[in-house]
C-alpha cells in the first residue's frame, strides 16, 4: 500500500488530521489499534476553546456540536464558602463550549465515513521504519497478516501509550515531566447538573470538579490518593465526599444518583521535545500530557493540528517545507504556555499529602486575590479561553 500520510492513532488527533488532509486533496491511511466501539466509549474531555469550535467548524464536523453543546461565558472557582466568578464573555468577549470528546469523536468518524476515507481498525504491532529517511515505512498486523505501508510522512497521534515517541532515538528526545501525587475520580451520572456553569473547588477537604455534558447529564471529579481504586468508592461515599468539597448551598441542593461511568485518572505534565525526527511528526498526547485542570489536552491537540496540517499541505502541494520545519517549534511554544496554565490550576487547587500549613493559606490567597482583582481574573480568562494559534 502507499499513501501520503500515515497516521497512527485514531483519537482526536488523528481523526481531525485525517479529515482536514483529505477535505484538502490529501491522501492518508488511519491505524487504530482499538475498535471503532471501544474509542468511542472512552469519556474524556469536555470543555472545548473558541480555537477548538472554529477548528471543527474548519473540518466540517461542527452541526452536531453547534446544536447540542452548550456555550458557556464564565466558569466558577470557589474556596470553601467562597464563589468566584470569571467571565470569559465579558474579560475576553469569548466563550467555551461544553461538547464531550466522545460526541467530537463520533463526529469525525461519520464525517469520515462520508468521505471514504481509509482508517483500518485493531491493528497490531505497528512498527515505523526509516522514519528518518524520505521513504517512510509503517507496518502492522490484522489477524494473522502483516501489511505495510509506503509513505512520505508519517503522523504519531497515538497517545502518551503509543509506539511513535518511542520510534524516536532517546538520544534525539528530551523529555520533562511532573507526576502528581493524587488522581481523578471521575463519575457520569444521569442528573441534572449542579451549577449552570461549571465550578472548581478547592476545599480543606481537597479538590471537585462539577461540571457537565448536558441539561440531564452530570460529569464531577474529585482528588483521590494514587492508590485508591474505583472498586474503593461507592457511588454514595463519592457523593458524601463531592459534597463536602463544594459551596455548602450548592452541596444542599445538588442532584445525585446512580452512576453509569466510574474512572481514575492520575495527573501528570510531561513534554517530549522535539516533535519532529525526520518524516516522523508527533501530536497531541503522544507529545505532551497535561492535568485535566486546565482543561486543555484535547484543545492543545486540536492546536498541534492546526499547525500540522498547514505544513503538510504547503509540502505536499507546493514542495516547500516551512511550514513542516517549523512545526515542532511552534507548536511546542503553545504548548509550554499551556503547560504552565494547567500547572498553575493544579497547584491552585489541589491539597497535597504532605504540604504544610503555609500550602492551604496561599491556595486561600489566591482565590480571594481573583475574587477582588479584575485583572486576576483576565488573566485567568484569557488562558482558560485558549491562547491564539
Ligand atoms: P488519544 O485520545 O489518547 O488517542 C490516541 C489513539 O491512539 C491509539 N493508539 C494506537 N493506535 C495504533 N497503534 C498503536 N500502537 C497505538 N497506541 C495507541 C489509541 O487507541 C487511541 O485511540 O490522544 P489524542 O488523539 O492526542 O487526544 C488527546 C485527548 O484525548 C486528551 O488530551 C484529552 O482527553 C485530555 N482531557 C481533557 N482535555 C481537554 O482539552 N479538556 C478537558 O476537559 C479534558 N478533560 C482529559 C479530561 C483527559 C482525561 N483522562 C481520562 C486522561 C478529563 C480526563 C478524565
Ligand atoms: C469534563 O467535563 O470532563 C472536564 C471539564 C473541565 C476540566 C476537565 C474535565 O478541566
Redesign the pocket.
Known amino acids: 500500500m502507499k499513501t501520503q500520510v500515515a497516521i ?9 488530521l485525517s479529515q482536514l488532509l483529505n477535505q484538502a486533496g490529501v491522501d492518508t491511511v488511519l ?4 475498535s471503532r466501539k ?2 468511542l466509549s ?8 473558541a480555537g ?1 469550535v472554529q477548528m471543527l467548524h474548519e473540518a466540517n464536523v461542527a452541526q452536531r456540536m453547534e446544536q447540542e453543546g452548550i456555550p458557556h461565558d464564565g466558569v466558577y472557582l470557589s474556596d470553601d464558602d467562597l464563589m468566584v466568578h470569571i467571565n470569559f464573555k465579558e474579560l475576553t468577549g469569548k466563550q467555551v463550549m461544553i461538547y464531550g ?1 466522545t460526541e467530537v ?1 463520533a463526529d469525525l468518524y461519520a464525517a469520515q465515513d462520508a468521505m471514504g476515507t481509509t482508517i483500518v481498525h485493531t ?4 512498527v515505523i521504519e526509516g522514519a528518518d529517511s524520505a521513504s517512510p515505512k509503517v507496518s ?1 498486523s490484522v489477524g494473522d497478516q502483516r501489511f505495510a505501508i509506503d509513505c512520505d510522512y508519517v503522523a504519531g ?8 515517541r518511542k520510534t524516536i532515538p532517546e538520544k534525539n528526545r528530551q523529555t520533562f515531566e511532573r507526576v502528581y501525587p493524587f488522581g ?1 475520580l ?1 463519575i457520569l451520572s444521569r442528573t441534572k447538573p449542579a451549577h449552570d456553569e461549571l465550578i472548581y473547588a478547592n476545599s480543606s477537604n481537597g479538590f471537585a470538579l462539577a ?1 457537565m455534558r448536558n441539561q440531564n447529564l452530570s460529569r464531577y ?1 474529585i482528588q483521590v490518593p494514587l492508590t485508591d481504586r474505583v472498586e474503593d468508592w461507592s457511588d454514595e461515599a463519592f457523593w458524601t465526599k463531592l459534597k463536602s468539597c463544594l459551596p455548602s448551598d450548592i452541596a444542599k441542593t445538588m442532584e445525585t444518583g446512580s452512576s453509569i461511568e466510574k ?1 481514575i ?1 492520575p495527573l501528570r505534565s510531561f513534554v517530549s521535545e522535539p516533535l519532529r525526527w525526520g518524516n516522523l511528526f508527533l ?4 507529545a505532551h ?2 492535568p ?1 485542570t ?9 492546536s ?1 493540528v492546526f499547525y500540522l496540517y498547514h505544513g503538510l499541505v504547503q509540502a505536499l502541494k507546493t514542495g516547500t517545507t516551512e511550514g513542516i520545519d517549523c512545526y515542532s517549534e511552534r507548536a511546542l511554544t503553545r504548548i509550554w504556555k499551556a503547560m504552565r496554565f494547567s500547572w498553575q490550576m493544579t497547584t491552585m487547587l489541589h491539597k497535597f499529602a504532605d504540604e504544610d500549613n503555609f500550602a492551604a493559606q496561599m491556595r486561600t490567597a489566591t482565590l480571594k486575590h481573583l475574587s477582588q482583582s479584575e485583572t486576576a481574573r483576565r488573566d485567568l480568562a484569557e488562558n482558560y479561553i485558549g491562547l491564539p494559534f
Open positions: 497512527i492513532g485514531g483519537g482526536p488527533s488523528g481523526l481531525l491505524l487504530e489499534r482499538a471501544h474509542v472512552r469519556i474524556r474531555a469536555g470543555v472545548l476553546e477548538t470528546q469523536t491493528v497490531e504491532d505497528v502492522y497521534c497515538d497517545g502518551f501509550h503509543g509506539v511513535s481523578w471521575g461540571s471529579y474512572s485518572a501530536v497531541g498526547d503522544a500530557i497535561v485535566p486546565g482543561a486543555k489536552g484535547l484543545n492543545l491537540a486540536v498541534d
